[in-house]
Every structure is written in C-alpha cells, then in structure tokens.
C-alpha cells in the first residue's frame, strides 16, 4: 500500500476547486527539466480528462529530449507564445503552480500571474515553499514534483484516474528528478508508484532510452571535453567544477539540455562530496548548477553565493560576471564551507 501523505483538508480543498471551476493553467519554473514538464503535463491530462480547460505555460523552451512527451505540442512558452499565453492567463480560474516553490522561479510569467486574483494552488517538492500559495502541497521528501502529481490523482480519484499519457509523464519526471533512480529515490513509495505506472503499459526501458540515449555526436564530444580539459577537482575540499563558457558552447553547436547531467559527472570520482557547474549561455550571463551528496548543502551555498536555492542535493543559480569573477567566488565559496566538505 501507497502511505497517504496529502492531507484529506488540502485534498478536498484542491476538489473543490477543480470541480468548481472550468479553466486551468499549470505553471512550472524556467528552463524547465523533465520533472517540471512531465508534472504539468500529467496533471493537464487529468484535467482534460474531466472535462476542463487545461492549459500549460512555462517560461521558456525545454530539452528537445523531451518533445516526446504526450501532449507537448499544446505546450505554451512564454516567452514564444506571450500574446495567447497572457491570454489564457487572464482568463484563469485557478493556477497550479508545479515544481517551484517561490513565483520569481518563473520569470516574467509571475508579472502576469500577479494581475490575475486567481488562486495558485502549489505542488512542489523543494524546500521553504514561499507564503504566495492557497493551497499548499509542499513536500521536501518527495523524488519529484511528478510523484506527487501522482499521488495527487490517486487522492482525489483513484488509480484507475491515470491514463497511459499519465503515465508516461510522471515517470518521465521520477525518472529524471532521481538520475533514473540512483538518488533521492531510497523511500519504497516510489517504487509503489512505479509499479503502478508499469500497470499503466508504460515501457520504461523506452523512456529511459528517449530520454537519456538521445545525444547528438556533438553532444559526446561536448562531454569528452570537458571531462579532458574542463574538469578541476580541488581535493583539499573534496569538491569539483566545471567550467564552459560562451564561445565553447558554440564551438561544439550546445543546444538546450547538451549540458544537462554534465554537473553529476564529477560525483562518480572517489571522495568528491560537492560538483559545481558554471555555464555561459548568454555572454555575461552564468547559470550555476550544483549538486552534493549526503548531508552537504549546496542549496546554503547556492543561497549565499549564487543567487538561487533548491534541494540540499541539487540546487542551482545565476551570476551575471565574467568567468574568471566566477570561478573566484566558487573559491571562496569552497573556503566557508571547508568544514563540512570535509568533515
Ligand atoms: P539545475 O542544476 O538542474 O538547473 O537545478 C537543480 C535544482 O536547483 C532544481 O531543483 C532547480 O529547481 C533548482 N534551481 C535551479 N536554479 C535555481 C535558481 O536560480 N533559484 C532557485 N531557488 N532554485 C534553482
Ligand atoms: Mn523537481
């Protein structure tokens, strides 16, 4: 049995506004991954299923390894489709805001979102969700944002409520949240759920492959680099980085999700504890990843040095700086935190 962790005053708080109302628009944070995707488009499909007027908006453009994803052609991008999807905005009954925990994780959507009195009702597996939300389904312990949109549907109908398309989207997100279960995935719900969705007729072999087998030849020699020339481990802080800047990412032809994964690459190497990834994919602009492993926080790190946030394990950021200011900064971020890296 699938231990109930939703609470049966936020269930009936979320059914009623379903059944209450007609227009839906699910939200998820920029540059969205297959968690963010694969939640919104699973529960789009539940809300069809319904009978509602469902619409999904992101901020921007996902990876092409996940265009696959049932339902993904009715996908707004914001920053493509601005017009219809301020439109579709306006009109909302309800927002369900997925796999984000604070409205300035969607960019310039939340300024429309702000214009709306529409209730945004969360679900969303990261840390210290923000006050913004009416309905708050907020749980740090979760793989995935999909493992709750799962549970989600389960609660409110039942398991037999889950389609194929469903399905094969909430895998997509367990699978992709949790590096194809190999962390953040140890709790035996998950592979409860999995089963379930295995029932479903979902292949998982064929995600897997769509989804992590679907590199470009660019892409491999993209990797094959940095792993050669890019990667520096500082082993007095048993702690990684790596570097690309603009003019490498165009030199192997980078498109949206070549570097994705890169980050983790650095944590097979015995002993490292703390991988760190800066990448400029606008001049000037850098987006940080980082990623740990057991108790280190790399969401405090990614806090107090990178102006972002996440998970203890996985969190991310932006600088707007040169490379070099960057690397500095990750120097100095190595040196407060010395103690726990090492400990
Ligand atoms: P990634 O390295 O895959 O881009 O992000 C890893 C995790 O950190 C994701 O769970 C993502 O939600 C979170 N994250 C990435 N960038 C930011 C950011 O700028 N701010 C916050 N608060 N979280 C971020
Ligand atoms: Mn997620």
Request: proline share 3%; charged share 25%.
């Amino acid at each position: 049995m699938i231990e109930n962790i939703i609470s049966k005053n936020c269930i009936d708080a979320v059914e009623q506004l379903i059944s209450g109302n007609e227009r839906f628009v699910i939200l998820s944070h920029k540059n969205p991954d297959g968690d963010a995707l694969g939640s919104s488009l699973a529960l789009y499909h539940y809300l069809k299923s319904r009978g509602k007027n469902a619409a999904v908006v992101l901020p921007n453009a996902f990876p092409d390894f996940l265009a696959w994803l049932p339902g993904v052609k009715n996908v707004l991008l914001y920053d493509k489709d601005t017009d219809r999807a301020k439109e579709l905005i306006g009109l909302a009954d309800a927002f369900f805001c997925l796999d984000f925990n604070a409205l300035n994780r969607i960019g310039d959507v939340s300024e429309e979102v702000a214009k709306s009195s529409a209730p945004k009702l969360l679900v969303d597996h990261h840390l210290y969700p923000s006050d913004e939300f009416a309905v708050e389904i907020s749980f740090p312990e979760a793989c995935s944002t999909s493992e709750l949109v799962y549970r989600l549907i389960e609660n409110l109908s039942s398991d037999a409520a889950v389609s194929f398309d469903m399905a094969q989207c909430i895998y997509t997100g367990m699978m992709t949240d949790t590096g194809a279960f190999a962390y953040a995935s140890s709790r035996k719900d998950i592979f409860l759920i999995v089963a379930a969705l295995l029932d479903k007729g979902i292949d998982k072999d064929k995600i897997y492959r769509r989804v992590f087998y679907s590199s470009s030849f660019t892409r491999m020699k993209l990797q094959g680099y940095v792993m050669y020339r890019k990667l520096k481990v500082y082993n007095k802080y048993n702690a990684a980085l790596i570097t690309l800047d603009h003019s490498e990412l165009q030199r192997f032809y980078a498109v949206k999700g070549d570097t994705e994964g890169l980050v983790n690459q650095p944590l097979q190497i015995k002993g490292i504890r703390f991988s760190c990834f800066f990448r400029e994919e606008i001049p000037g602009k850098i987006n940080v990843s980082l990623r740990s492993v057991d108790d280190f926080p790399c969401n405090e790190v990614a806090a107090e040095f990178f102006n972002g946030g996440g998970h203890k394990n996985a969190s991310g950021g932006e600088l707007h700086c040169t490379m070099d200011e960057a690397v500095l900064l990750f120097a100095k971020a190595m040196a407060k935190y010395k103690n726990l890296l090492t400990e």
